[in-house]
């Protein structure tokens, strides 16, 4: 079964608002990793929780992990119409970097 | 430029062809992986080389065969492939080891692979 799986599939807004994506997972994690990927290039990786750690700043970027409920959120905040993009969670369990990727939310901000 | 690159960024072939395709990192790392990424699909994990040696084959059909000459250098060579093969590949780098791990992936740009 998928470790990784995001909420919505797909999110339309405006330009200036926030963008709230959701992952959960099923099993214990190490750390959980936010990664944008542009239309049809690599991934980026955005930021790294770890399993102790309840909440992450990066930028525009907020992530928040719930170890209890097995689930993370990714915010960006004041979108721009530059984050369109797809965004994936992935766990990784321990050691080494095996990680486990969703199927991603594709995000669109509208100018 | 993430430091890993990729070639090449497409691909056609036939499914008698026999190519390759081939990455190289710029970090560093002691670690490469493949990745293949088919449409509505998570990402799925095909090979591991830690340290030039292969440690995880993800149940990969023997018409992919991956080679890694050096910790900078990856290669997937692909022969008789199937059009569901057809699918952006992606390779990615990273630290190898607990005390350098950060978990973080390096990604390529991928070569998007159309087999006809």
């Known amino acids: 079964s998928q470790q990784g799986e995001e909420d919505p599939q797909a999110l339309s807004i405006q330009e200036g608002e926030n963008a709230t994506m959701n992952c959960s997972y099923k099993t214990s994690i190490n750390n959980l990793q936010w990664y944008r990927q542009n239309s049809g290039r690599g991934l980026v990786h955005l930021i790294l929780?770890?399993?102790?750690?309840r909440e992450k700043h990066s930028g525009r970027l907020r992530v928040t992990l719930d170890t209890s409920k097995k689930s993370s959120s990714l915010l960006i905040t004041a979108s721009r119409a530059a984050d369109t993009a797809s965004y994936f969670c992935a766990t990784s369990k321990g050691s080494g970097s095996r990680l486990t990727f969703g199927e991603g939310t594709q995000l669109t901000v509208n100018p | 430029e993430t430091g890993v690159t990729q070639t090449p960024r497409h691909l056609v072939m036939g499914m008698t062809n026999k190519k390759s395709l081939k990455c190289e990192q710029h970090l560093g790392h002691n670690a490469m992986y493949w990745y293949k990424q088919s449409a509505k699909k998570p990402l799925e994990l095909m090979f591991v080389?830690?340290?030039?040696?292969?440690?995880e084959n993800n149940s990969v059909p023997s018409r992919f065969s991956p080679e890694c000459p050096n910790s900078s250098h990856l290669f997937l060579h692909l022969h008789t492939l199937q059009p569901e093969d057809s699918a952006l590949y992606l390779c990615a780098s990273s630290h190898a080891g607990w005390e350098r791990n950060t978990g973080e992936l390096f990604f390529g740009e991928g070569s998007r692979l159309t087999v006809l």
């Open positions: 929780i770890r399993s102790n750690e």
């Open positions: 080389y830690n340290f030039k040696e292969q440690t």
